[in-house]
């Protein structure tokens, strides 16, 4: 096995895709789920059961406000002051949030690092109009194929894993050994660590935002040698929090988004899920999660679908 730098700088080269779908690639990752894999990823489907992996998009959500707050909705229209003729009632509502609220995909302008976002497109494209390059729009045909779920947390034996529990390369083959699922090209990786489980019991959003269980470093290697084309969690930032390097922040995004080209599929629920996945032992399933339409938008909101 190739041994990968921990300097995040110089990991970053290692495993970059630059250039690898061309010059002016705004997709990454998902130009790995191809049409054969999508028709092969179908053929999971047996018995039907749908699977709903989005948290709910309402007041009584993990983030409790700073830079990103839980949706707020309201009523434009409820009817009961209209008179109109046939008795006709109408309703409409709106809503006011982040495009990061709830369960969510990080776009590959979301970060960027040395004045560059993911295949060298300049960091200062992304300006009070949003993102000209790399867009969460250009994911608009859909993030669909295999999905796999690794249930870090049943294989640990724990309802969930503390704050600062780093995940790294080793586990990750432990749990998918243990599993009986590989991991391929294409595929579209799901960790749980029971993070959902903690902030459903506790329904404390402080506790939830202040750190988290989560991927280490290293295995940007380990989803970079097996093709992986997204990455997603039902934590809220994938990597380890506190992170590993003290005095850095969000290393494991640099290099996932901004070198890898990876999109990364934040707050997911995985709870109902991992219960069907472990009394069947099937941990591989399709995954239908298309963001949001949002012209040069840095991210989007999404419901993401397990089909078994």
């Not at 894999?37 to 989005?54: C, H, M, N, S, Y």
């Not at 434009?76 to 509502?93: C, H, I, M, R, Y």
């Not at 999905?147 to 947390?153: Q, R």
């Not at 901004?258 to 995954?287: N, S, V």
């Amino acid at each position: 096995m190739t041994t990968f730098a921990s300097d995040m700088r110089e990991l970053g080269k290692q495993v970059r895709n630059w250039g690898r779908w061309g010059a002016d690639d705004e997709r990454g990752t998902t130009n790995l789920i191809t049409p054969e894999r999508i028709a092969a990823a179908a053929q999971l489907i047996r018995t039907g059961e749908v699977f709903e992996l989005g948290i709910p998009l309402d007041a009584d959500g993990p983030q409790p406000g700073g830079n990103r707050i839980n949706p707020i909705r309201l009523m434009s229209e409820n009817g009961q002051e209209q008179v109109l003729p046939g008795g006709f009632k109408w309703a409409d509502d709106y809503v006011f949030m982040p495009l990061q609220a709830g369960s969510q995909y990080d776009s590959l302008s979301h970060v960027h690092y040395d004045g560059q976002l993911y295949n060298g497109h300049p960091g200062d494209g992304v300006t009070v109009k949003g993102a000209d390059k790399c867009g969460i729009h250009t994911q608009a045909k859909g993030i669909t194929g295999r999905g796999v779920l690794l249930d870090i947390a049943r294989h640990r034996g724990v309802d969930w894993l503390e704050a600062g529990s780093v995940i790294g390369p080793d586990e990750l083959d432990d749990v998918a050994k243990a599993q009986g699922v590989e991991i391929g090209p294409g595929d579209i990786v799901l960790f749980r660590t029971g993070w959902r489980a903690k902030f459903l019991a506790e329904k404390d959003p402080a506790g939830f935002m202040a750190g988290e269980p989560g991927l280490g470093l290293a295995t940007a290697a380990w989803l970079r040698e097996r093709d992986v084309a997204v990455v997603g969690s039902d934590n809220w930032a994938i990597e380890v929090m506190p992170g590993e390097n003290p005095g850095a922040l969000f290393e494991l995004h640099m290099v996932l988004i901004r070198d890898m080209g990876m999109t990364l599929a934040e707050m997911l629920d995985f709870e109902e899920l991992a219960e069907a996945c472990a009394a069947d032992g099937r941990y591989d399933f399709f995954y239908a999660g298309p963001p949001l339409k949002f012209t040069r938008g840095v991210g989007s909101p999404i419901n993401p679908l397990a089909i078994r």
